[in-house]
């Protein structure tokens, strides 16, 4: 069995203000991991995945986030906030190799504040 | 472009009728999603198909039926079963050998 866990659920940032929002997972096996962006009243775009090879992953809007597996997290990072990265963002892990279960986070909504 | 469409956006039914919700896509994905979405509860997993004619239960499947008769199409219906249907339904897909979801915007089902 694996688990997703966002303690946050909800994290207000000032403007171009740094912001990390914590993401911890269990699970027996290897994981995949990822982080989904949702806008309001919208579905669930990925922002970034980490499958293999470099534990530090990026996205084109200046997110990252690093797998880090002696601690089990996965925690997504922006060094400067705007004021459109207002939005819900939610953390998964599945398993590796092949097609495995995704198993979602309860989300952490992001308010920036102008 | 391509994508995923769900319709409609908002739907209401009275307690008791079925209903179900439409999601088409034309990415040519092998896999199709159906997730439902309460606050704070994240996404749910009610059924999956990874092949046309082919599909399983989620999580909480209790109340829910799908059907995969195409490639492109996987509509839900939402039972009179369903116990608490209210919510926000998602459809998602993904290619063979890839590992993230392209999902739609969504039906928010009301049931009054």
């Known amino acids: 069995a694996q688990s997703v866990t966002q303690l946050d659920s909800q994290v207000p940032v000032f403007e171009e203000a740094p912001v990390e929002l914590r993401c911890n997972y269990s699970?027996?096996?290897?994981?995949?991991l990822f982080w989904y962006v949702q806008y309001p009243n919208q579905g669930l775009q990925l922002l970034l995945k980490?499958?293999?090879?470099?534990?530090l992953v990026e996205s084109i809007n200046g997110f990252e986030a690093e797998f880090n597996k002696s601690q089990t997290s996965f925690h997504l990072r922006k060094p400067s906030v705007h004021i459109s990265d207002t939005a819900e963002y939610f953390c998964?892990?599945?398993?590796?190799?092949?097609?495995?279960?995704?198993?979602f986070g309860t989300g952490t909504k992001l308010q920036v504040i102008p | 472009d391509g994508g995923i469409t769900q319709s409609p956006k908002y739907l209401f039914r009275k307690e008791g009728q079925n209903v179900t919700l439409s999601c088409e896509q034309n990415?040519?994905?092998?896999?199709m999603y159906w997730y439902r979405q309460d606050p704070g509860q994240g996404l749910r997993l009610i059924y999956y198909?990874?092949?046309?004619?082919?599909?399983q239960k989620g999580d909480i499947a209790e109340g829910y039926s799908v059907s995969r008769e195409k490639k492109e199409s996987f509509p839900l219906t939402v039972t009179s079963a369903q116990k608490n249907p209210t919510a926000f339904y998602l459809c998602?897909?993904?290619?063979?050998?890839?590992?993230?979801?392209?999902f739609g915007s969504g039906t928010r089902l009301t049931v009054v």
């Open positions: 998602a897909s993904r290619p063979t050998g890839e590992y993230g979801y392209t």
């Open positions: 699970s027996s096996v290897s994981v995949y």
């Open positions: 980490y499958l293999s090879g470099s534990t």
């Open positions: 998964a892990v599945s398993g590796s190799g092949g097609y495995q279960k995704v198993t």
């Open positions: 990415l040519n994905h092998d896999a």
């Open positions: 198909s990874q092949i046309v004619n082919d599909f």
